[in-house]
């Protein structure tokens, strides 16, 4: 009697097995697993790559603390290191890129989206897609060959004469400087604020642009008190992702900004970012203390972007429904 | 007409060319890098450029081939890395993918993604040069392979759910397995677009220079299989461009040329292999 259940348990038992069986010699489960461990692997690199980062920053954790972000000297012979001015550097250059970036690239994403004919807009949109695509030494080249000589010999000079009374326009005049950086990073991110904000545009419901114009508002008024505070939360999405691009920018920044350490208010002063001074510095470090404080800017680098990186993404997966995938 | 229609429409007409004109400038600042390469890079182009050795430092004259040769070599590395995990990846998310782990698996993506070029080259140094103790082609290779997983899959996916699911039901109704079916059908048709955004994920980190600084350095000299520095375009510009010699300007500007031409190269013929696949996408 009490053999029965038993034998119509292993009975279930051997159907499933036997239809597991099947699947597994028509290889679906076997691709399945294949396939998901590739996914998974993704994670696991990625947790890989943060917990790397934090096992070999911890020296200068434990020797600096808190007190790592507020220091402002950087001194390896001595083994200070302080990371304010790299901080400073990064943020300010990252601010100026921005302030130069948004206003040039939210009026060009208005223009593809708004007025340019369908034809033109995707041609130029073409072209800016590829303008993203230049890599970033490239840039640093011309900015070191073109950019900083015409700062040099005629922008900066016409700043000093007319602004000079500001501090952001005072001090000796070098060429490479903060203001070189800004710009070279203003060029680099304009082509995503203008991408994904053209998206975020043309997803505006076209009945909104109609409902404006019929009450009477010009083209303008309709773009700008309609459709542009439409898409506002697409459009900061946009200028999170360009900040997130700009904070993390090694080369070009790297080659016109003047890597020197110092905190100065003058935009003409050369400064020095974050991801500038891991990359010049990092094969010359010398001991542990040195090249684990540098992986601990890296570490810093790599929150702050994944941060505004995750909220800009949530925010345009919300705002434009289907995915982003190449921004 | 009162005034205040006229400036009204003075506004509307001034913002709107202003937009106009923002559209222009950034345009046009592609022409500019695109003339200035042009201008100098073939002014400094020569056959030496391809085919030579750099010049020991001082002497002028010399050329990149290790150099052109490395960045093969680098790419060739990444794409092993690359493609494999990130076209399994993206049939996954598409093909087999629940909802959960499918939401975390796109999303990790997205960060990878974004994750600055240099923290890539952190990684690779700890997790490769920390332990064999010297720079190499492999952690450069590793490092570059990182970067090219995310494209790689959110192209993938984006192909495969771009294929009519009439397709898939006609395969299943045949009684084709499902992997078969995904393998033998979805794959084929979605090929065009997966091609493409390899082209574009290889184009993306052929011109990445900061990941390579620590990971495979660079090497005035060939470099002999994989386990030793390697010298790549983009880093020999990077290098060039910084030095106070005129002739290495000079090929500096040549490698920029050569390395921005392939990198639009590879994605105007990207997208317009894109382009015409289109009609495809309706059905």
Same mark, same amino acid.
């Given at each position: 009697?009490?053999?029965?259940?038993?034998?119509?348990?292993?009975?279930?038992?051997?159907?499933?097995?036997?239809?597991? &069986?099947?699947?597994?010699?028509?290889?679906?489960?076997?691709?399945?697993?294949?396939? &998901?461990?590739? +996914?998974?692997?993704?994670?696991?690199?990625?947790?890989?790559?943060?917990?790397?980062?934090?096992?070999?920053?911890?020296?200068?954790?434990?020797?600096?603390?808190?007190?790592?972000?507020?220091?402002?000297?950087?001194?390896?012979?001595?083994?200070?290191?302080?990371?304010?001015?790299?901080?400073?550097?990064?943020?300010?250059?990252?601010?100026? +890129?921005?302030?130069? +970036?948004?206003?040039?690239?939210?009026?060009?994403?208005?223009?593809?989206?708004?007025?340019?004919?369908?034809?033109?807009?995707?041609?130029?949109?073409?072209?800016?897609?590829?303008?993203?695509?230049?890599?970033?030494?490239?840039?640093?080249?011309?900015?070191?060959?073109?950019?900083?000589?015409?700062?040099?010999? +005629?922008?900066?000079?016409?700043?000093?004469?007319?602004?000079?009374?500001?501090?952001?326009?005072?001090?000796?005049?070098?060429?490479?400087?903060?203001?070189?950086?800004?710009?070279?990073?203003?060029?680099?991110?304009?082509?995503?604020?203008?991408?994904?904000?053209?998206?975020?545009?043309?997803?505006?419901?076209?009945?909104?642009?109609?409902?404006?114009?019929?009450?009477?508002?010009?083209?303008?008024?309709?773009?700008?008190?309609?459709?542009?505070?439409?898409?506002?939360?697409?459009?900061?999405?946009?200028?999170?992702?360009?900040?997130?691009?700009?904070?993390?920018?090694?080369?070009?920044?790297?080659?016109?900004?003047?890597?020197?350490?110092?905190?100065?208010?003058?935009?003409?002063?050369?400064?020095?970012?974050?991801?500038?001074?891991?990359?010049?510095?990092?094969?010359?470090?010398?001991?542990?203390?040195?090249?684990?404080?540098?992986?601990?800017?890296?570490?810093?680098?790599?929150?702050?972007?994944?941060?505004?990186?995750?909220?800009?993404?949530?925010?345009?997966?919300?705002?434009?429904?289907?995915?982003?995938?190449?921004? | 007409?009162?005034?205040?229609?006229?400036?009204?429409?003075?506004?509307?007409?001034?913002?709107?060319?202003?937009?106009?004109?923002?559209?222009?400038?950034?345009?046009?600042?592609?022409?500019?890098?695109?003339?200035?390469?042009?201008?100098?890079?073939?002014?400094?182009?020569?056959?030496?450029?391809?085919?030579?050795?750099?010049?020991?430092?001082?002497?002028?004259?010399?050329?990149?081939?290790? #150099?052109?040769?490395?960045?093969?070599?680098?790419?060739?590395?990444?794409?092993?890395?690359?493609?494999?995990?990130?076209?399994?990846?993206?049939?996954?998310?598409?093909?087999?993918?629940?909802?959960?782990?499918?939401?975390?698996?796109?999303?990790?993506?997205?960060?990878?993604?974004?994750?600055?070029?240099?923290?890539?080259?952190?990684?690779?140094?700890?997790?490769?040069?920390?332990?064999?103790?010297?720079?190499?082609?492999?952690?450069?290779?590793?490092?570059?392979?990182?970067?090219?997983?995310?494209?790689?899959?959110?192209?993938?996916?984006?192909?495969?759910?771009?294929?009519?699911?009439?397709?898939?039901?006609?395969?299943?109704?045949?009684? #084709?397995?499902?992997?078969?079916?995904?393998?033998?059908?979805?794959?084929?048709?979605?090929?065009?677009?997966?091609?493409?955004?390899?082209?574009?994920?290889?184009?993306?980190?052929?011109?990445?220079?900061?990941?390579?600084?620590?990971?495979?350095?660079?090497?005035?000299?060939?470099?002999?299989?994989?386990?030793?520095?390697?010298?790549?375009?983009?880093?020999?510009?990077?290098?060039? #461009?910084?030095?106070?010699?005129?002739?290495?300007?000079?090929?500096?500007?040549?490698?920029?040329?050569?390395?921005?031409?392939?990198?639009?190269?590879?994605?105007?013929?990207?997208?317009?292999?894109?382009?015409?696949?289109?009609?495809?996408?309706?059905?």
């Amino acid at each position: 009697m009490p053999n029965i259940p038993v034998t119509a348990g292993r009975a279930r038992l051997s159907l499933r097995a036997r239809q597991f &069986l099947q699947k597994l010699r028509h290889g679906d489960e076997v691709a399945h697993l294949i396939t &998901l461990l590739a +996914a998974a692997s993704i994670i696991v690199v990625t947790v890989m790559l943060v917990y790397q980062l934090y096992i070999n920053s911890i020296l200068p954790r434990h020797k600096f603390g808190f007190e790592f972000f507020l220091g402002r000297t950087w001194d390896p012979v001595s083994g200070d290191f302080g990371a304010l001015p790299f901080i400073y550097g990064t943020l300010v250059s990252s601010a100026l +890129a921005l302030l130069v +970036a948004v206003p040039l690239g939210v009026g060009a994403a208005i223009f593809l989206s708004e007025l340019a004919p369908p034809r033109v807009s995707n041609y130029l949109t073409f072209v800016i897609e590829l303008l993203a695509a230049v890599p970033s030494v490239i840039y640093g080249v011309l900015g070191i060959f073109i950019l900083v000589p015409v700062l040099r010999s +005629a922008v900066m000079p016409f700043l000093k004469h007319t602004l000079g009374f500001l501090p952001l326009f005072k001090g000796p005049i070098y060429g490479v400087s903060m203001l070189a950086g800004g710009l070279v990073l203003a060029l680099m991110i304009v082509p995503y604020i203008i991408s994904v904000s053209r998206e975020v545009l043309l997803a505006v419901p076209v009945e909104q642009r109609e409902a404006a114009l019929g009450l009477g508002a010009t083209k303008w008024e309709s773009t700008w008190q309609v459709v542009v505070p439409f898409a506002r939360v697409g459009i900061m999405a946009s200028v999170f992702l360009a900040l997130a691009r700009a904070l993390g920018e090694t080369m070009a920044v790297t080659m016109v900004i003047g890597n020197d350490p110092k905190i100065s208010a003058s935009l003409f002063a050369p400064a020095y970012s974050i991801a500038a001074v891991i990359a010049n510095e990092f094969t010359e470090a010398t001991g542990d203390l040195y090249l684990q404080a540098l992986i601990e800017l890296g570490l810093v680098l790599f929150l702050v972007t994944i941060v505004i990186n995750g909220l800009a993404r949530l925010v345009i997966m919300a705002t434009t429904q289907k995915g982003t995938s190449q921004a | 007409m009162s005034l205040r229609i006229r400036w009204r429409k003075l506004v509307n007409v001034v913002m709107l060319s202003l937009t106009g004109v923002c559209a222009l400038l950034t345009v046009s600042v592609l022409f500019v890098i695109l003339g200035y390469l042009l201008w100098y890079g073939s002014k400094s182009l020569d056959w030496a450029f391809f085919t030579r050795l750099p010049a020991p430092v001082g002497e002028a004259g010399g050329g990149m081939a290790n #150099a052109i040769v490395g960045s093969g070599k680098l790419l060739l590395l990444a794409s092993l890395i690359g493609i494999p995990f990130g076209l399994l990846a993206g049939v996954y998310l598409a093909e087999f993918g629940g909802k959960t782990f499918s939401f975390l698996v796109r999303y990790t993506t997205d960060l990878l993604n974004g994750v600055p070029s240099i923290v890539t080259g952190i990684f690779a140094y700890t997790v490769i040069v920390i332990p064999m103790k010297h720079f190499s082609t492999l952690a450069g290779g590793l490092a570059l392979g990182v970067m090219m997983i995310p494209i790689a899959v959110r192209t993938t996916e984006e192909s495969l759910r771009a294929v009519p699911r009439v397709l898939r039901e006609g395969a299943l109704a045949l009684g #084709a397995s499902k992997w078969k079916t995904v393998a033998t059908v979805v794959m084929p048709a979605a090929m065009r677009g997966i091609v493409t955004g390899i082209m574009l994920t290889l184009a993306r980190v052929a011109g990445e220079t900061a990941p390579l600084l620590f990971t495979a350095l660079g090497n005035r000299f060939w470099s002999p299989g994989w386990n030793q520095p390697i010298a790549s375009l983009p880093v020999m510009i990077y290098e060039y #461009a910084l030095s106070a010699y005129d002739d290495w300007h000079r090929q500096a500007w040549a490698a920029g040329l050569v390395l921005l031409a392939l990198v639009l190269i590879t994605n105007v013929g990207a997208r317009l292999v894109v382009s015409r696949g289109i009609s495809f996408r309706r059905a």
